[in-house]
């Protein structure tokens, strides 16, 4: 165990690993039925562009596969060692990246947060969106208001977002890690985008993050319910 830790974190085996896993994502994103929910979400997006992207941590895998070739777009990737791994994997496949996460209370105040938030808000200046997992680190499915805070400041409008696909592996983790398999049904879909106003007080940032939170459950519910039936769940 200690002599794979080892190896898995020099900096050949992370490109080896981040290429593979790229290579896959897009074996299933090629393999893939998908079904859009509205059929139209990728023109409303663009018309709105530049935005912000929000998933559930776990769920979000194969979105950078889901990126147009003229979208341009930068993800928030972890400081932790294997987001090397997962920033690899998105350059692969086309899409920049931005290191940095937020704390358990939802802001961007440690693991260079600051410069984090800073980064995003000039990338979205320049014209490319922003794609990241909205949850409160290790705390699934709960909204941080770092998200929230990112678009009052920027004016930008944030996209819930939900990819699930009918062949599928989820781990037993707190996120609830799914990893997708090729050669099934696929849904995308997008609830109605959310804008905070800058002069937002704090009981309007949080209706905000809980009106996020209840568009992402939505979404979700609703992808695996294309892909799985009325009875399908994440």
């Known amino acids: 165990m200690r002599l794979w830790r080892h190896i898995a974190r020099q900096r050949w085996a992370k490109a080896a690993i981040g290429i593979t896993a790229a290579e896959y994502l897009r074996l299933v ?5 998908f ?8 023109e409303r997006g663009e018309a709105d562009m530049p935005i912000i992207l929000a998933f559930w941590h776990g769920q979000h895998l194969l ?11 930068n993800m928030l990737v ?4 294997d987001g090397e791994i997962n920033a690899i994997a998105a350059a692969r496949l086309g899409v920049g990246t931005i290191r940095g996460s937020g704390n358990h209370g939802g802001g961007f105040v440690h693991k260079a947060g600051v410069a984090a938030f800073q980064a995003m808000l000039d990338s979205l200046a320049e014209g490319h969106s922003i794609a990241l997992s909205a949850d409160v680190p290790k705390v699934a499915r709960v909204v941080g208001l770092g998200i929230i805070k990112l678009a009052q400041v920027s004016g930008r409008p944030i996209y819930p977002s ?7 592996l989820v781990l037993d983790n707190w996120d609830r890690t799914t990893i997708n398999l090729p050669f099934g049904r696929g849904a995308g879909v997008a609830a109605e985008p959310l804008a905070v106003p800058n002069d937002a007080d ?33």
């Open 63 to 73: 979105a950078p596969v889901g990126r147009k070739g003229q979208h341009r777009v």
């Open 29 to 33: 994103g090629a393999t893939t039925r």
């Open 35 to 42: 079904t859009l929910e509205p059929e139209d979400i990728y």
């Open 202 to 234: 704090d009981d309007a940032l949080e209706d905000a993050r809980r009106l996020l939170e209840d568009r992402l459950n939505a979404a979700t519910r609703r992808a695996y319910e294309l892909v799985d039936g009325a009875s399908g769940g994440a």
């Open 162 to 168: 939900a990819i699930a696909t009918s062949r599928r």
């Open 78 to 81: 972890s400081r932790h060692h």
